[in-house]
């Protein structure tokens, strides 16, 4: 039997992106915190700004349960939803 490879420095990387303040971000990205410890309540909201080019913190944040926004710097109970966004069409479906 041999033992198991070791994980490269690429693999750690993606396992731990979108955690705490190695995280990333777009406008219109979901932040999701999950609180590790009993009666910490779970919550979202939508990135609605970003202060570095680059998609690192802190964030602009519209919470979901009341609509307020705040200035949110993650940590390591929280992580990004990226989302996709369809292109906007003009709704007659696909050009013939």
Request: aromatic share 4%; hydrophobic share 35%.
């Amino acid at each position: 039997m041999t033992a198991p490879a070791t994980a490269s420095r690429a693999d750690r990387t993606a396992r731990t992106e979108g955690t705490g303040a190695s995280m990333r971000a777009r406008v219109g990205d979901e932040i999701v915190v999950r609180g590790t410890t009993a009666g910490v309540v779970a919550r979202d909201g939508e990135v609605v700004g970003l202060h570095h080019p680059d998609g690192s913190p802190p964030y602009d944040v519209r919470w979901a349960e009341n609509g307020r926004v705040t200035l949110y710097f993650p940590g390591p109970d929280a992580h990004v939803r990226h989302l996709t966004h369809a292109p906007a069409g003009d709704g007659r479906g696909p050009a013939e």
